[in-house]
């Protein structure tokens, strides 16, 4: 079974920066469209950025131009930078494939932003 594994998260003041990271076992990384998402409390889960298999990259309107998504297929990770980050967008942050739910959720990683 597919495993996703999130980490990079903390907190940090309004402003900052943080990179997360995500890990899988298996290829899957390198063949899928992949995305992050996260889930703010009392909020539904929403998409923040996707990458395709190609390297081809969308973001959510609220975090274009402040994070950044890429993935190194030689050690199966995905990344996601965040800069000038604000206090909305703390959240629990997770990837997946592009198709929502697709593999098992991980346990996220916390990310808060204090003002």
């Known amino acids: 079974q597919v495993q996703l594994v999130e980490s990079g998260g903390g907190l940090v003041q309004a402003g900052e920066s943080l990179r997360l990271s995500c890990t899988a076992s298996g290829s899957i990384l390198s063949i899928n469209a992949m995305s992050w998402y996260r889930q703010a409390p009392g909020k539904q889960r929403e998409l923040v950025a996707t990458i395709t298999a190609a390297g081809n990259t969308n973001y959510a309107d609220s975090v274009k131009g402040r994070f950044t998504i890429s993935r190194v297929n030689a050690v199966n990770t995905m990344y996601l930078r965040m800069n000038s980050l604000k206090p909305e967008d703390t959240a629990v942050y997770y990837c997946?494939?592009?198709?929502?739910?697709?593999?098992?959720w991980g346990r996220g990683t916390q990310v808060t932003v204090s003002s």
């Open positions: 997946n494939t592009a198709i929502r739910g697709y593999y098992p």
